[in-house]
């Protein structure tokens, strides 16, 4: 491996609770004033936050590597101090080469200026020269699809054009590393495809990029490897796959069976269970599968509405059991009620998978609870013989084809 | 496969951007060179602030000129009229236009400095650029605004020096005069900017002092010598020292000696304050870039 383009060494970032937001004057003299009377301060105090503690990983240039984990693992700190807007309380990182950083799309835009004079604008906060984005100015703007009002100020733009343009700046940049954090969440679906095209062409264009996200989707397609963050620390650092594995793990429950109890003011979820075809939630697909979910309502509740979902690894929903109380009335008197759904024959590939329960009410579109990443499962193919082996990811739903054949013989040579 | 060799070429091949980020000592750290790197952002800095001071308003930058004026009348009445304060043998209107143009420009680039980390906050929040970019556009984009008010001062005197007495009296050669105002504007600048880094890194952390900031600006501009003269303050009076010790009174002074050829201007008071305005500067980078480092921590 060549020299590391991003060197993380010993990383440690500390705050202090209760000091996160402005303090006044007093307090500050209030606590200078405790320490002194003090002498000397406590050894680990309670008020403090270890955001990151001792960090360390190397990344080798053009390597697209993923840093996941859950609300207040640290990866926000850690771009951040990556970017230069804080600085770690010790430990060291060195980058080697210029750094392109997008914690956000359209940073600094003006609302006043028009979309010409913001391009220019955004694009030296982000690090260019005039020269340099005059030269890219065409490309920015065809990129963005904002060539008609590209000299109307921008708070006329739609939240969809300034999303296009902030992001068509930003794409241009000419920068060996660049990081990026979860910027790919805005947009439609098709500005989103186009993002993630031109992120994975920077890619492959030899740069190194660092990428924080919450979608699994993109840094399983994007990225090459994965740092799974948690408590400030790095708790795995491996091929994408595997991280997301232990990243959606962290989140989720090895237990069978979910169990609650009944909310007193609420109506919610008070078991889901799965009754698989083979013992310790293994699954043959084809296989009958059934789901029992129980609801409890402490009022009557009209028109219930419950949903299961099957979601895969990368938290990919792959089938939809709605259920809709249409005058049945399953939850006419307080109290609770048992759902079974029986599923004939789900055709679900080789995986582990999930259960997410959603309950609501249609009438008034109420929703009351969802319960997420329960009820883990496997799926085998036990018993669907081909003549090549059954691998991981080659789709997600796997179905009956009839095949018919018909032969259209080469004409004869003359 | 040949891509990645490519990069790792040139990886190697362009130490030139070595970022070292580890928590930071040292005192006093002005990133000169990144500053000239970012020299465009600057620009673009002075341009925007510029360019939207007055948008959406009927008259434009027409206010950059109309704004001292009115002031001007306000105080033609108040301190002139009302509590006949003197004016060192000068018109009324070219004396309150000559105290202005150096006040305002004091008066609208230190607390615009003062503002930087409050006012900046998201887009500190979110992108690292060497943050003494913002102040130094302050302090350049302002001089815009002074430009035009020196013009407005020039027609006004113009109009004075042929229709009124003060034609005749004598004046200082216009190479001093010129190098006077050049000096005295210098020292306003760096004065704005040590005060205001020194007030911007107490308001990153203490948010009171947003509220103090308006009512000391008040209190300096009473204790300048803007609409009053120097010369009403004799040298043996219980204030004095406050003139003498006010950074402000000196260039103040200067800008009158220069432009209306009347003043108490000297040259120690000029190097007194000069003394005062490089104290401050190097206390307000200090505290800066002790800031700048942490201070989105607690924004």
Redesign the interface.
């Known amino acids: 491996m060549?020299?590391p383009?991003i060197h993380v060494e010993a990383l440690t970032k500390k705050?202090r609770l209760g000091?996160?937001?402005?303090?006044?004057?007093r307090e500050?003299l209030a606590r200078l004033w405790g320490r002194r009377r003090i002498d000397g301060s406590a050894p680990d105090d309670p008020g403090e936050f270890w955001a990151l503690r001792d960090l360390s990983f190397a990344i080798?240039?053009?390597e697209v590597v993923g840093v996941i984990g859950r609300n207040g693992a640290g990866k926000s700190t850690l771009l951040?101090?990556?970017?230069?807007?804080?600085?770690?309380?010790?430990?060291?990182?060195?980058?080697?080469?210029?750094?392109a950083?997008l914690?956000?799309v359209g940073?600094?835009f003006?609302l006043?200026?028009t979309g010409r004079?913001n391009v220019?604008?955004n694009g030296?906060?982000?690090?260019?020269?005039?020269a340099e984005i005059a030269r890219r100015f065409d490309e920015i703007v065809a990129f963005a699809e904002v060539e008609k009002f590209i000299d109307t100020p921008v708070k006329h733009y739609s939240s969809g054009m300034r999303v296009r343009l902030a992001f068509a700046v930003a794409a241009h940049l000419d920068s060996?590393i660049m990081i990026v954090d979860e910027v790919l969440a805005v947009g439609d679906a098709a500005f989103q495809s186009k993002c993630l095209g031109r992120m994975s062409s920077v890619a492959?264009?030899?740069?190194t990029v660092l990428f924080v996200s919450h979608n699994m989707q993109s840094v399983s397609t994007l990225t090459s490897r994965c740092i799974v963050l948690e408590g400030g620390k790095c708790v795995l650092d491996d091929e994408p796959t595997k991280a997301i594995q232990t990243y959606l793990r962290l989140n989720r429950s090895t237990e069978a069976i979910f169990s609650a109890p009944p909310k007193p003011d609420a109506p919610s979820i008070t078991h889901v269970s799965l009754t698989t075809s083979e013992p310790g939630s293994i699954h043959r697909c084809g296989a009958p599968l059934v789901i029992t979910v129980r609801v409890h309502a402490p009022a009557p509740l009209p028109e219930a509405q419950v949903s299961v979902q099957i979601v895969n690894e990368q938290d990919v929903p792959i089938v939809h059991l709605p259920f809709f109380d249409r005058g049945q009335g399953i939850l006419n008197a307080a109290g609770e009620c048992t759902l079974e759904c029986r599923v004939p024959s789900p055709r679900l590939y080789l995986g582990s998978y999930f259960l997410r329960v959603h309950l609501a009410s249609t009438r008034g579109h109420q929703h009351f609870q969802t319960v997420e990443g329960i009820c883990p499962f496997e799926v085998v193919m036990h018993g669907m013989d081909r003549p090549w082996p059954w691998r991981p990811g080659e789709c997600a739903y796997v179905e009956d084809g009839v095949w018919t054949t018909r032969l259209t013989p080469a004409a004869p040579r003359p | 496969m040949s891509?990645?060799e490519?990069?790792?070429g040139?990886?190697?091949t362009?130490?030139r951007?070595?970022?070292?980020?580890?928590?930071?000592r040292g005192w006093l750290r002005v990133p000169w060179r990144e500053l000239w790197d970012?020299r465009?952002?600057f620009?673009?800095f002075v341009?925007?602030d510029f360019?939207?001071k007055y948008?959406?308003t009927l008259l434009g930058p027409a206010w950059f000129v109309l704004q001292p004026l009115l002031t001007t009348a306000v105080f033609t009445v108040v301190f002139g009229r009302i509590a006949h304060l003197p004016t060192d043998n000068v018109p009324p209107g070219l004396f309150y236009l000559c105290g202005l143009l150096s006040w305002t420009y004091f008066s609208q680039t230190m607390p615009a400095i003062a503002g930087t980390f409050t006012t900046n906050a998201?887009?500190?929040?979110?992108?690292?650029?060497p943050r003494l970019t913002v102040p130094l556009s302050q302090l350049v984009g302002n001089l815009a605004a002074l430009a035009l008010q020196l013009a407005t001062f020039a027609a006004l005197w113009i109009y004075y020096r042929i229709f009124t007495e003060f034609g005749s009296q004598p004046g200082i050669p216009w190479w001093e005069a010129a190098a006077l105002f050049l000096s005295a504007q210098l020292q306003i600048m760096v004065l704005a900017l040590g005060v205001g880094c020194l007030l911007a890194a107490a308001t990153?952390?203490?948010?009171?002092l947003q509220h103090v900031l308006p009512v000391v600006t008040q209190l300096w501009f009473y204790a300048t010598p803007i609409v009053y003269p120097l010369s009403m303050i004799s040298t043996e009076a219980n204030w004095r020292w406050v003139a003498t010790i006010n950074p402000m009174t000196a260039p103040a002074e200067a800008i009158k000696l220069a432009l209306l050829g009347t003043s108490s201007w000297t040259p120690a008071l000029a190097a007194g304050a000069w003394a005062i305005t490089v104290v401050l500067l190097a206390a307000g980078l200090f505290a800066f870039s002790r800031a700048e480092?942490?201070v989105?921590?607690?924004?």
């Open positions: 060549s020299r383009i705050y000091v996160v937001g402005a303090t006044t004057l500050d080798a240039p053009g951040k101090i990556l970017s230069r807007i804080t600085e770690p309380t010790s430990g060291r990182a060195t980058l080697r080469g210029r750094v950083s914690l956000e940073t600094g003006h006043d200026l004079e220019f604008l030296a906060i982000l690090g260019m020269k005039r060996e492959r264009a030899g740069r | 891509e990645t490519d990069s790792s040139s990886g190697e362009a130490p951007f070595e970022i070292v980020i580890e928590a930071s970012y465009d952002l620009w673009q341009r925007r360019s939207t948008r959406q998201h887009l500190f929040g979110k992108i690292y650029f990153g952390k203490y948010r009171d480092r942490t989105v921590d607690v924004a």
